[in-house]
């Protein structure tokens, strides 16, 4: 995440829903700052790092699709920052095993879009789209990810 044409994505398999685009893309856009300061492999400006806190304290809790499904994205949120952590140190860890844990683990904020999609258009729709939104966000195979790390392009 993000992919060049994520926002006609997001259009897409949350029907034009913007309330719902915009908490995503806000999602996005806080998780990337959060991976880049604990992976240290990229330099966050100041001004980054003060736009997610805005977005994360701001500009979600506000966002009325949000409002409206708060009972239920809270835990998603929740579950998917714990995977993200867990994933960084199994990715750190070092072994193959962790590392393949690491990579189911690490975009966890793919299934709170499938139920985004699922809270907008329900259940069938949901079922319609989910592996298209699996398949959008996890491009990356895995066999390319373990490789990173044993050319050195990784940082654990």
Same mark, same amino acid.
């Given at each position: 995440?993000?992919?060049?044409?994520?926002?006609?994505?997001?259009?897409?398999?949350?029907?034009?829903?913007?309330?719902?685009? *915009?908490?995503?893309? #806000? @999602?996005?856009?806080?998780?990337?700052?959060?991976?880049?300061?604990? +992976? /240290? =492999?990229?330099?966050?400006?100041?001004?980054?790092?003060?736009?997610?806190?805005?977005?994360?304290?701001?500009?979600?809790?506000?966002?009325?699709?949000?409002?409206?499904?708060?009972?239920?994205?809270?835990? *998603?949120?929740?579950? #998917? @920052?714990?995977?993200?952590?867990?994933?960084?140190?199994?990715?750190? +860890? /070092? =072994?193959?095993?962790?590392?393949?844990?690491?990579?189911?683990?690490?975009?966890?904020?793919?299934?709170?879009?499938?139920?985004?999609?699922?809270?907008?258009?329900?259940?069938?729709?949901?079922?319609?789209?989910?592996?298209?939104?699996?398949?959008?966000?996890?491009?990356?195979?895995?066999?390319?990810?373990?490789?990173?790390?044993?050319?050195?392009?990784?940082?654990?």
């Amino acid at each position: 995440m993000p992919q060049p044409n994520e926002r006609a994505f997001l259009q897409h398999v949350l029907k034009d829903n913007a309330a719902a685009i *915009l908490f995503c893309e #806000a @999602l996005f856009r806080v998780s990337q700052v959060l991976d880049d300061l604990i +992976d /240290g =492999d990229k330099p966050v400006t100041g001004d980054a790092i003060y736009r997610a806190f805005w977005e994360a304290m701001i500009d979600i809790p506000s966002n009325t699709f949000y409002r409206a499904h708060e009972p239920t994205l809270r835990p *998603l949120m929740a579950a #998917a @920052l714990q995977d993200w952590r867990d994933s960084v140190t199994l990715e750190r +860890d /070092g =072994d193959r095993h962790g590392r393949s844990l690491a990579f189911v683990l690490r975009d966890q904020l793919t299934s709170l879009v499938v139920q985004c999609a699922g809270l907008i258009g329900g259940f069938a729709w949901m079922q319609q789209v989910s592996v298209e939104i699996r398949r959008h966000f996890h491009e990356e195979k895995l066999d390319d990810y373990l490789n990173e790390f044993k050319t050195g392009r990784a940082d654990p």
